[in-house]
């Protein structure tokens, strides 16, 4: 049976490798800020999923190695069992930071698109926000404490520690299940809010799949830590064979259906989640700009009625912005292009050589000469 889930996650190797270096390039490369606010969030939401991806391979890869690699058994006891040890803690921790991710990723953005739609939060949601901190501050505190328990038991051979980092592991556990459910409202709000720009409808339909998946893993956890004793009841050494074959699928089926929607959106460059073009409709830009408006008309810039206003964009040019009844998003229509490099370079030696011509003399001055 340990063969066959060490051929399970050699298999999982060649197929989690690929797509998730191929994602973590992308969003180093493609996702970068282009100083708008609504690019700067979807390189977020892009950034997620490929940490996603990257902690679930790296996860996989350390844990076939660690069954697959009989040679370390070879070795001393002392070694390799820290060895052992120290990898499947650093996975976990891991796996563990790209839980906690993506769920304040879900949370975080979430709240910003209501601020940005419906001006200061509710209590409900603000209460809501503050339990998602608090609970991703508490899950990495246990994490911490549980590695340097961890590793007390293994290299400072204290057996009784053991009980208490079992337990501390499955208090994370259902933390971590507690959260994967609470971020499932935020999930949905994102896909049926993220409408603005056009290319953040995607990224939101995949954080609400990864989340939906999540949970899955986490309830399977914690239904066999409370079958084998590890909420502190007695604990059971004989373990089913069909629950050793079942762990591992159901622990990774998720990552690789995920994996595989993010591969072929990721060809998609164009088109897909890693699209490089600017948003249709930077919704974004109307805190940045109506904020100005808001002072000098003395009302809420998340004020609703409709109004149309005119606005300087940055780039020295304006564009017509116009607020749409009941929808707070600012239509653009196309603005014109950009001055290239030559010609602002054209433009500023124009400039310069206007400055330095001699001065004509002024009329004063020739009367003063006569």
Known sequence: ??????????????????????????????????????????????????????????????GTLRLSVTGLEMLPYDVW?????????????????????AFSASVEIAVA????????????????????????LVLALLAIISFALYMRVV????????????????????????????????????????????DARQPAILLLVSNIFNIIPHAFEVAYLSQYGGFGGPALTYVEPWLKLLSPIVAWWSPF?????????????????????????????Y???????????????YDQSPHRTQHTSPHGYNEPYELQPNTMEWQRPISPARPSIFALAKNYASATTTRLQPRSPSPKDRRGSE
């Open 155 to 198: 290299i400072g051979n204290d057996v009784t520690l053991g009980r208490t980092v079992t337990r501390l592991t499955a208090t994370m556990t259902v933390m971590l299940l507690v959260n994967a459910i609470l971020a499932l409202p935020f999930s949905v709000f994102l896909v049926t809010r993220a409408t603005y720009p056009q």
């Open 1 to 62: 049976m340990v063969y066959v889930v060490a051929i399970t996650r050699t298999v999982a190797i060649g197929l989690l490798v690929l797509p998730s270096l191929l994602l973590w390039y992308l969003s180093l490369t493609i996702a970068k800020p282009h100083g708008d606010p609504a690019r700067q969030w979807i390189s977020f939401l892009r950034c997620a999923l490929a940490f996603m991806a990257l902690g679930t391979s790296f996860f996989t890869i350390v």
């Open 257 to 285: 259906i995920l994996l595989a929607i993010l591969f072929a959106l990721a060809v998609k460059r164009t088109n897909g989640v890693w699209s490089i073009q600017p948003p249709m409709s930077p919704i974004f830009k």
């Open 113 to 136: 698109i209501s601020l940005i739609r419906n001006g200061p939060l509710t209590p409900a949601l603000r209460a809501l926000r503050n339990l998602a901190q608090a609970l991703c």
């Open 287 to 301: 805190q940045q700009y109506a904020c100005d408006a808001a002072e000098q008309q003395q009302q809420p810039w």
């Open 81 to 101: 069992g820290i060895v052992h040890s120290v990898l499947a803690l650093l996975t976990t921790l891991f796996l563990l930071a790209t839980y906690i991710f």
